[in-house]
């Protein structure tokens, strides 16, 4: 137990549709961040909230977009879902930043 | 892409070995971090060494890092079956908030 919680944590959607991933977060951790990880790799940053606004994106098209609520709860959503798209996706907190970042157990997503 | 790149690509070792992993990397960097990941679940925090540190120890782990050459390096000493995981370094560039991963190294510890 991390204390950053995801769900589903696995979950299966068709090409085009929509999808929204959750994470909660420790109380006090002000920073969340998301990345994607394709089977083999290692995780690629999709972007990074802190206090609820976006302040750093990585290489990821605009479907990709988040929220962050002050009870320290987050969402990913990604629209019109791509093959590509299939990942394990984790959400990471801190309360001081990147350093020090709490991982959830990820979110598998499949795309058929 | 990925700024840390980790050597080997897989290691497998017998129990009570070490086992040495590499990471390199391209740009400047605030720090460097090492993580574990069990069989594509969560990563797991493991050290965190700062560019102005040489060697950080914690536990049997340790893990050195030469800024001058991009690269780290994270020795597990006496490993043990349940060290079987992927290891990853993940590098923070200067001035920016993103932590770039590596591609991994699939360490398997054979009892």
């Known amino acids: 137990e991390t204390g950053v919680t995801q769900s589903p944590t696995h979950l299966i959607k068709t090409r085009g549709q929509q999808v929204t991933l959750r994470c909660s977060s420790q109380s006090g951790h002000n920073t969340v961040s998301w990345y994607q990880q394709a089977l083999g790799q290692g995780p690629q940053f999709i972007f990074q909230?802190?206090?609820?606004?976006?302040?750093g994106r990585g290489n990821f098209p605009p479907r990709f977009s988040g929220l962050q609520f002050p009870n320290y709860s987050s969402e990913l959503n990604v629209n019109a879902l791509e093959l590509d798209d299939s990942a394990l996706y984790l959400c990471?907190?801190?309360?001081?930043?990147?350093?020090?970042?709490?991982f959830g157990s990820g979110t598998r997503l499949t795309v058929v | 892409s990925q700024q840390g790149e980790e050597d080997p690509q897989a290691l497998s070792i017998q129990e009570g070995e070490n086992a040495t992993m590499n990471c390199s990397y391209k740009?400047?960097?605030?720090?460097l971090q090492w993580y574990r990941q069990n069989s594509g679940r969560g990563l797991v925090h493991l050290i965190l060494i700062r560019s102005n540190e040489r060697e950080k120890h914690s536990g049997r782990l340790r893990v050195t890092l030469d800024t001058s050459k991009k690269s780290s390096s994270l020795l597990i000493t006496a490993s043990r079956a349940a060290d079987t995981a992927s290891y990853f370094c993940a590098t923070a560039t200067s001035g920016t908030y993103k932590y770039i991963f590596g591609t991994g190294t699939r360490l398997k510890v054979l009892a």
């Open positions: 909230y802190y206090r609820e606004e976006e302040n």
């Open positions: 990471a907190s801190s309360p001081t930043g990147p350093e020090g970042y709490t």
């Open positions: 740009t400047s960097i605030n720090n």
